[in-house]
């Protein structure tokens, strides 16, 4: 093949694709060239030397240009000296010496150099022990140095960078992985080089300090334990940490971590974790993940957890058995029966999500099931025309095509928005139809905003323009939008619900749905890297569509002849008296504001975490166990289905969502439960046909991954975990194995507004039960939010820094007045405040409460 | 606000460039003409009309020595005392100016007129002692003409306030 290129490395042949550089080409058959400032993910620079190696070229006859040999018959090779194997890329007959005496003198002359103004405290330092500095000390070094002692450098060794990072001057080699990372791969460029030489330090000068959702991965890529998390620092050492492969709970991407954890003194000697590190899964997140990921993970360990069952008895919920509570809540489901519902969240398990719905549907025998807060519509669209099975979005390249519509990745789903935007600089046509401006504007090929409300209408007229063959007339970013759609080699559509309503949302699917179907020279569904992908509102919202969690559909989407009863009418239905009986399981409608009270129930239990607001007024309050404590899997919105690992013992006497439901289940007449999450999911593959090549063990298959960074090198260590856990397996959607009709998407009138309209955005960082525990990300916590363009602001008469009482259909939040220059005229949204406050675009009334500080100053 | 003040100018410079954010330098320098230094204000300011984090011009003014991130005086006598320049006798003549302008290295003198700084070769061997004076040369100093020097500045501190030439200088090199 034309494009490999043969060359040999300390006397071995090895054939790799053009471009590659030696330093990758030497991995790729287990020789080492040690590194620092390279990485496999960034653009190499040579700055730290430590891959110096001799590389030698053929010679060849100046006049013929034929090729010189020896007297052996070997090519006659040149030598020049020393380059670094970050930086030269491959040549055919080329010959690399990489532990020649020249090499290994340069080598440890580097790392003398490095350690002449480090600080060597490994026996302090969160990095000693898989640190690449300390490793190739070891095993390169000379174990003698030049240094001066006196001439040590002595500088700052505890500089916040913000409250999530730390530096430490001392420890820096400067290599410039952490201000590659900011600025190559996440547009965030907050931390910089200031001065040179020895004076050569890392400076924030964001607000609030090193102001990045990514901050966390410079830790991990950091060669040395310069850059350390004021979560883990002086937390413990690396060898005394057991690692547990874990699923990311926080967002629809699914990314893949490990969670390090320790049992120790200092918590009562309880086995805690102790950090949340990236593991490999190149289809899902690679080696990264966002801060919320890595920060968001000490409500598994809050003293405000749940510990055994509680029962209302004179009006006071007061601790009881297990068994007493069970009985309880299965007698009185029973006594309820078709007048019982249920109501679950996203961020359960596919165990837990299915033993719900068979509970309420074979133990029961009621058909009133639905998640307490449906945001997103279109699951069953997905099931026949979401991305093919084999979707990695690193796939896709120039002459393919990304649709987002109605999201906002960078808040909504993070390592997505990481993605897309590198697909973008690949040459992927990034075409954004959305109400505003997001953090994807700069790296799209086209960018529609849609006036407020006209979202659908936007989408129909997108999906006309596709129909069509059109020449595209270059003025209208729609038609152009539209020809490179259509015209795609590979074309992947993302929707959010954003500014829509549910209905909306629903009818957003089926357009897009259709406009994948589209048959035009490529075939946009039922092919990898093709088809649509969901940024649904939770982890596990995927999972609860595939299970059945749905008045309409069974699980595996088996249409019921009776749907049952939906959330809006369960809520209706508890205030009427309709509804007898309720099951929320990890959600709280009563603090989301869709449930005002308890209203006629005559029976409310609420499976959880914590005493949630609905908790708080339920009958009985069952302890459920994080996903930190047990296994289960979570199905991400590209319908890639992977196992998560118990980390840490079981808090109290908490048990598994899936165990507690089948206990009560077999209390209503159900089978035994299963003894394993294991058993539970065989059963899922039964029922759920798009599941039925899938158990515990091939979700757990893993292969070799490129680039190899979590393995047993000297260089590496610390970036990511290596893969043994799984990386999952995805669905097939209908289209992959069958043709797909046309779906009927309604008609839905767009609104126009005649004064501000508002819609809600999400916030990453949005205050909950969950994320307002750990508090080293307190600060970043979104507070309520409202964001209008300085034109706006003018005409409502409101000031920067007002507070102002927003006003939507009868209820109200007070929200800080942000005026930002980048806030889209013609429209305000609100964020920090609880899911599902506004539905769609809708007319708001805004009243200044409080002046703003810095107008009476 | 220098986006205000210079409007003109930082609009005219901006479109010399294919990609505005390399309009940073000519900026900066125009910042600290404005503010006789880059204070965290004017880096700040700078980083807004180019759309870039105030991170990234913190850096330049870091890397770059002509960029001043303590206040200095009207004039900045950077004088070379690298080794050409040393063996020509530049450190005495450091000395001598510290003593005359009864200040140190780095440091401003009382009135505000002057900051003494040593820098790396300036390329004026040949001329030492020698020192650059707000961009502008001298060279075959001596004590004679460095009285002469203070002298002229001090005279043209009292005319005007500011020199207008060193804006224009900054829009011609942008260029």
């Known amino acids: 093949m034309s494009d490999l290129v043969t060359l040999t490395i300390d006397g071995v042949e090895v054939s790799v694709p053009k471009g590659t550089l030696v330093a990758d080409a030497a991995k790729k058959i287990q020789i080492d060239i040690p590194v620092f400032c390279y990485h496999p993910k960034l653009e190499p620079v040579g700055m730290c030397r430590v891959c110096l190696v001799e590389i030698g070229l053929p010679m060849r006859d100046r006049a013929t240009g034929e090729l010189l040999k020896n007297e052996d018959g070997s090519p006659k090779l040149s030598f020049r000296g020393l380059q670094t194997g970050c930086t030269v890329a491959v040549s055919e007959g080329m010959a690399v010496r990489t532990a020649s005496q020249p090499v290994k003198e340069a080598r440890g002359a580097v790392l003398e150099f490095l350690l002449s103004s480090h600080p060597l405290d490994c026996p302090v ?43 430490d001057r001392e420890r820096c080699i400067q290599c410039a992985r952490c201000i590659r990372f900011q600025e190559e791969i996440v547009d965030d460029p907050v931390i910089r080089f200031h001065n040179r030489g020895r004076s050569l330090e890392i400076v924030t000068m964001s607000e609030p300090g090193f102001d990045s959702y990514w901050s966390g991965n410079t830790t991990d890529i950091c060669p040395v334990g310069a850059l350390t998390t004021s979560d883990f620092r002086f937390g413990a050492r690396p060898w005394e940490l057991t690692p547990a492969a874990s699923i990311c709970p926080h967002c629809p991407v699914g990314c893949n971590t490990t969670m390090s954890t320790r049992r120790e003194a200092i918590s009562g000697g309880r086995k805690v974790i102790k950090r949340i590190m990236p593991r490999q899964n190149e289809a899902v997140n690679e080696i990264w993940i966002c801060d919320k990921g890595r920060f968001v993970h000490h409500f598994a360990d809050s003293a405000q957890r749940l510990t055994t069952p509680l029962i209302r008895k004179d009006g006071q919920l007061v601790e009881a058995s297990w068994d007493e509570a069970l009985d309880l809540v299965a007698g009185q489901l029973q006594k309820h029966k078709s007048a019982a519902a249920g109501l679950a969240s996203g961020r359960l398990s596919n165990e837990d999500l299915f033993q719900f719905q068979k509970l309420f549907r074979k133990g029961l025998g009621s058909r009133n099931i639905d998640l307490a807060n449906r945001q997103l519509g279109g699951g069953e669209i997905v099931a026949q025309v979401g991305v093919g099975s084999g979707t990695n979005l690193k796939d896709l390249g120039k002459g393919d095509a990304i649709l987002v519509v109605a999201s906002d990745l960078h808040e909504e789903a993070p390592l997505w928005w990481m993605r897309v935007k590198q697909a973008a600089e690949r040459g992927v046509s990034l075409v954004l139809v959305n109400g505003r401006r997001t953090r994807l504007d700069k790296f799209a090929a086209h960018t529609v905003n849609y006036e407020p409300g006209q979202g659908l209408m936007t989408i129909r007229r997108l999906f006309g323009l596709a129909q069509v063959e059109t020449e595209s007339t270059r003025d209208d970013q729609l038609a152009a939008a539209a020809e490179k759609l259509i015209k795609a080699e590979n074309l992947v559509a993302f929707y959010g619900s954003e500014g829509l309503t549910f209905d909306e949302s629903d009818a957003l699917a089926k357009l897009l749905g259709n406009l994948l179907l589209i048959k035009n020279g490529h075939n946009h569904t039922g092919r990898a890297n093709n088809g649509l992908i969901p940024v649904w509102p939770h982890s596990n919202s995927q999972g609860a569509w595939d299970m059945g969690i749905h008045p309409a559909y069974g699980p595996g989407y088996a249409a019921l002849e009776t749907p049952g009863l939906g959330a809006a009418q369960i809520y209706a239905g508890a205030a009427s008296g309709d509804i007898e009986a309720l099951y929320v399981v990890g959600a709280d409608p009563v603090g989301d504001g869709l449930m005002a009270d308890r209203g006629k129930l005559s029976f409310l239990v609420v499976q959880e975490l914590f005493l949630t607001e609905t908790a708080a007024l339920a009958d009985v309050v069952l302890p459920a166990q994080s996903w930190a404590e047990r296994e289960g899997t979570y199905t991400n919105g590209e319908r890639r289905v992977q196992r998560y690992y118990p980390a840490i013992p079981a808090y109290g006497d908490s048990r598994p969502d899936w165990q507690i439901l089948a206990q009560v289940g077999e209390r209503a007449g159900l089978e035994k439960p299963a003894f394993a999450a294991s058993l539970m999911f065989k059963e899922i593959a039964k029922a759920v046909t798009q599941y039925k090549h899938m158990d515990y063990r091939s979700l757990a298959q893993v292969e070799k991954q490129w680039p190899d960074v979590g393995g047993d090198d000297l260089y590496y260590g610390g970036n990511a975990y290596e893969n043994g856990s799984g990386l999952g397996q995805q669905w097939m959607a209908a289209a992959e194995s069958g043709a797909v009709e046309r779906f009927e998407a309604p008609d839905i009138e767009p609104n126009s507004f005649e004064s501000l309209p508002l819609i809600q955005t999400r916030a990453l960082y949005a205050s909950g039960t969950l994320t307002n525990i750990s508090k080293v990300i307190e600060a970043r916590l979104v507070s309520p939010t409202l964001t209008v363009s300085p034109a706006d602001a003018a005409r409502l008469e409101l000031s920067d820094g007002d507070v102002v009482d927003v006003a939507v259909n009868g209820a109200s939040v007070q929200a800080k007045l942000s005026v930002s220059k980048y806030a889209t005229v013609g429209l305000a949204q609100l964020s920090g405040v609880g899911s599902g406050f506004v539905s769609g675009t809708a007319a708001a009334e805004f009243n200044r409460v409080v002046e703003s500080e810095k107008e009476l100053a | ?113 002057f900051t003494i700084k040593t820098v790396m070769c300036l390329g004026a061997c040949d001329r030492a002692p020698m020192l650059q004076c707000n961009l502008k040369f001298e060279e075959n100093l001596d004590e004679g003409k460095f009285d002469q020097l203070l002298a002229r500045l001090r005279e043209e501190a009292v005319s005007e306030q500011k020199s207008p030439s060193i804006v224009e200088k900054i829009v011609a090199y942008a260029k």
């Open chain 2, 1 to 113: 606000m220098i986006a205000e003040k210079y409007a003109e100018e930082i609009k005219g410079i901006i479109a010399r460039f294919p990609n505005k954010k390399s309009a940073v330098l000519p900026l900066m320098h125009l910042a600290q003409h404005e503010y006789g230094y880059m204070s965290q204000e004017a880096m700040r300011e700078v980083a807004e009309i180019l759309d870039l984090d105030p991170t990234q011009v913190l850096s330049l003014s870091g890397f770059y020595s002509l960029y001043y991130e303590e206040p200095v005086g009207k004039y900045v006598m950077e004088i070379c005392n690298d080794l050409a320049c040393a063996l020509r006798g530049a450190d005495q003549f450091v000395d001598m100016a510290c003593r005359k302008l009864d200040t140190t290295v780095d440091a401003t003198t009382e009135d505000g007129l």
């Open chain 1, 125 to 167: 330092c969160d990095k000693g022990g898989e640190c690449p500095l300390q490793n190739l000390t070891m095993a390169h070094g000379k174990g003698t140095s030049r240094m001066a002692f006196n001439d040590k450098l002595k500088i700052a060794k505890h500089v916040p960078l913000g409250e999530l990072i730390y530096l």
